[in-house]
T-cell receptor, first 112, second 111 residues
Framework: GDSVTQMEGPVTLSEEAFLTINCTYT??????LFWYVQYPGEGLQLLLKATKADDKGSNKGFEATYRKETTSFHLEKGSVQVSDSAVYFCALTGGATNKLIFGTGTLLAVQP | NAGVTQTPKFQVLKTGQSMTLQCAQD?????MSWYRQDPGMGLRLIHY???????DQGEVPNGYNVSRSTTEDFPLRLLSAAPSQTSVYFCASRSSSYEQYFGPGTRLTVT
């Protein structure tokens, strides 16, 4: 079935460092891909999305490119801030199901 | 817009008690769902609904019931709470472009 695999955390970075959080997926057909962010004590918020191959989603300085050839949707940010500390979830929908399938989440901790 | 609202924010139950977690959305979305979030497990789908009067099971439905009498409301019922149901519960609704909106969550402890 459809699935999402993302890198284990926690990821600890200093402020202004470059961030990459890896995400790969398995799906039939042509899924849509998402990154969600969960700040402490809150629900998940949509960060960015891409709906077809080679699309780049971007928001708040974060970017991810839908790579069908490598079945990946890695999240990147050029310069992280302390306020980016959160749990990041990669997800997909479509493919064999219209349900939203989540990865297990990656905790990002940014130190001043 | 309020978006997706959930009540209560926190709840403590004793084993065997029943309760209903409330969820409402004001975005006129047809698709709504319930997830539970446990450490190291990500989010797991409990039940979902594609419209009023239509519900279906997700990945972990046992011990939970749902109904969908209106587009706005999607309550989750625990019939006989067990310690294994200690978790954080999120309700969500989804737009036609597959963007999912989450409520703030209910933190449930079963003793």
């Amino acid at each position: 079935g459809d699935s999402v695999t993302q890198m284990e955390g926690p990821v600890t970075l200093s402020e202004e460092a470059f961030l990459t959080i890896n995400c790969t997926y398995t799906a039939t057909g042509y899924p849509s891909l998402f990154w969600y962010v969960q700040y402490p004590g809150e629900g998940l918020q949509l960060l960015l999305k891409a709906t077809k191959a080679d699309d780049k989603g971007s928001n708040k300085g974060f970017e991810a490119t839908y790579r069908k050839e490598t079945t990946s949707f890695h999240l990147e940010k050029g310069s992280v801030q302390v306020s980016d500390s959160a749990v990041y979830f990669c997800a997909l929908t479509g493919g064999a199901t219209n349900k939203l399938i989540f990865g297990t989440g990656t905790l990002l901790a940014v130190q001043p | 817009n309020a978006g997706v609202t959930q009540t209560p924010k926190f709840q403590v139950l004793k084993t065997g008690q029943s309760m209903t977690l409330q969820c409402a959305q004001d975005m006129n979305h047809e698709y709504m769902s319930w997830y539970r979030q446990d450490p190291g497990m990500g989010l797991r789908l409990i039940h979902y609904s594609v419209g009023a009067g239509i519900t279906d099971q997700g990945e972990v439905p046992n011990g939970y019931n749902v109904s969908r009498s209106t587009t706005e409301d999607f309550p989750l019922r625990l019939l006989s709470a067990a310690p294994s149901q200690t978790s954080v519960y999120f309700c969500a609704s989804r737009s036609s472009s597959y963007e999912q909106y989450f409520g703030p969550g209910t933190r449930l402890t079963v003793t």
